[in-house]
């Protein structure tokens, strides 16, 4: 089974902080994906990442940015926290195998910013 | 932007019914398409993945796509109370650098006992 971590389930932060979300898969997945979801929206592709030290933009960058300096571990930074980025922040990966691009997603972080 | 197009919904249904939800894309290209529930407060949980034309059936799942119309369908046989849900419907597309799924905003289902 696809197994995928987020760091927390609950967050609370201020205003101006620098938050990390993390994300960690217990396989040798390549691609990563941040999204967040937002009632009326739905999901929105942050960044990905094909592999170690690489990062690709999604559709809404803006605000945030990812590190990933080992294969297994996908960080999603925001930089100076506002209240507008208080969402459901959702990790992913995709499986391996083949053509297939099915996504698997982690269980999800509840942040709020005040 | 490629659009994936979904019915909001609420989509009600009696228990044991068919209930249909159904899914359009913009991007005449795309080849891979899935479709994911999400419970209240969950994360998404694929449920079915499709492929080429036609029918692809799994237990009380079975996934439609008809490339050429753009529209892709999941149909729930003998619905359960369990099965209400926002229903996603994802699409394989190319974003800005690279392949990523575009997801519709879902369709709320319901099932009435």
């Known amino acids: 089974d696809v197994k995928v971590t987020q760091s927390s389930r609950y967050l609370v932060k201020r205003t101006g902080e620098k938050v990390f979300l993390e994300c960690v898969q217990d396989?040798?997945?390549?691609?990563m994906f941040w999204y967040r979801q937002d009632p009326g929206l739905g999901l929105r592709l942050i960044y990905f990442?094909?592999?170690?030290?690489?990062?690709e933009k999604g559709d809404i960058p803006e605000g945030y940015s990812v590190s990933r300096e080992k294969k297994e571990r996908f960080s999603l930074i925001l930089e100076s926290a506002s209240t507008n980025q208080t969402s459901m922040y959702l990790c992913?990966?995709?499986?391996?195998?083949?053509?297939?691009?099915?996504?698997?997603f982690g269980p999800g972080t509840r942040l709020t910013v005040l | 932007q490629k659009e994936v197009e979904q019915n909001s919904g609420p989509l009600s249904v009696p228990e044991g019914a068919i209930a249909s939800l159904n899914c359009t894309y913009s991007?005449?290209?795309?080849?891979?398409f899935f479709w994911y529930r999400q419970y209240s407060g969950k994360s998404p949980e694929l449920i079915m993945s499709?492929?080429?034309?036609g029918d692809k059936e799994d237990g009380r799942f079975t996934a439609q796509l008809n490339k050429a119309s753009q529209y892709v369908s999941l149909l729930i046989r003998d619905s359960q109370p369990s099965d209400s849900a926002t229903y996603l419907c994802?699409?394989?597309?190319?974003?800005?650098?690279?392949?990523?799924?575009?997801f519709g905003k879902g369709t709320s289902l319901l099932v009435t006992p």
């Open positions: 396989m040798d997945h390549e691609n």
């Open positions: 992913a990966l995709t499986s391996p195998s083949g053509r297939t691009y099915e996504q698997f």
């Open positions: 994802a699409v394989k597309g190319y974003i800005n650098s690279g392949y990523a799924l575009n």
């Open positions: 499709i492929y080429s034309n």
């Open positions: 990442s094909y592999d170690v030290k690489m990062k």
């Open positions: 991007d005449r290209v795309s080849q891979s």
